[in-house]
């Protein structure tokens, strides 16, 4: 079974994480997560932080040789940071900001400094998820299963290009300042961060996911917390920031009749089943149907503003401008990119549910096993 913890506060030494169930047998390098990190890092609208901190890895446990040897694997980030807070005396923080965990966070635990509560629900700690993600990646990959994002909105500004786009086009997003493909959109949205940014004001949007050649059979109907896009729909939800999730044509599907939503099914000589559409998102019945999953995630503005919103200072009772700390202006970029690694964690799960395997020959024996008896349906 795969399940990961993580540790950490935004301004605190390191972000740890704790990978157990990846199998034996899977060759793994520091670099291999550097690379998603530093992809988390870029992105239009970032704010100082990002000039402060290099992420890098360090795994300390479950690999030797560069092979993973299923022992729980053990990851360090540590935060640059650091050496700027550890000697500082940090005053209470004490006027709540709306739309941040500050002021539930504070009644529920009973503190008196916001602080305790927006260190550790600081969207910081996405470093650590995106670094079990990439390990999860580097597994999904040796099922040549890939997983891609962009932005397809960021405020108002909304690119409405197809999703099933090709390698080409994924290499343009990678290169976008805010990952868009669209390049007018691209530009729009640049402009509108630099006039939030002017505002003292935040802005979110929604990204879009694609997983790329995942089998037919992961997840089930059969209960109800192993539905496949049940799942994934918790894994983006519980990204900092996140209040909607869908899955294929979404919130869409409400206002067309069924002619218009499901996905017609043929036969396709040596390739086996076909559809046309994926209004699904790869989706059915809570199982993947061999299409390529389709998820968009959308995000709140930063609740962190330059101008503040009015709150109330729990210190005195009395009626005070929210606290403003350093902060980003738009983060869509990067929760693109969480959100890729997010989905890999889920679809290591459901394909170990799927296939077992203690070490990775184990596992790729049972799927060539199991896709030999998928071509002879
Ligand atoms: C964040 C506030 C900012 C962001 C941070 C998330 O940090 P700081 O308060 O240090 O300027 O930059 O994101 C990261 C540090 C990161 O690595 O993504 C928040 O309050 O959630």
Known sequence: MIRFLTSGESHGQALMAILEGIPAGLELKAEDINIELSRRQVGYGRGQRMQIEKDQVKIYSGVRDQYTIAAPIGLLIENRDWENWKDKKIPPVTAPRPGHA??????????????????????????????????????????????????????????????????????????????CLAKKEEGGMIKLIDQAKQAGDTLGGIVEIAAINVPVGLGSYIQWDIKLDGRLAQALMSIQAIKAVEIGLGTHVAELPGSQVHDEISLVKGKGFARRTNNAGGIEGGISNGETIILRASMKPIATLIKPLQSIDLKTGKAAKATVERSDVCAVPAAGVIAENVVAFELVRAMQEKLGGDSLREMKRNYQGYMEQIRRK
């Open 102 to 179: 500050d002021l539930a966070g504070t009644l529920k635990y009973d503190f008196s400094d916001i602080r305790n509560v927006l260190e550790r629900a600081s969207a910081r700690e996405t470093a650590a998820r995106v670094a079990v993600g990439a390990v999860c990646r580097k597994l999904l990959r040796e099922f040549n299963i890939s997983i891609f994002s962009r932005t397809i909105q960021i405020g108002k500004i909304k690119d409405s290009s197809r999703w099933d786009l090709s390698a080409k086009e994924w290499a343009i997003i990678e290169n976008s300042p805010v990952r």
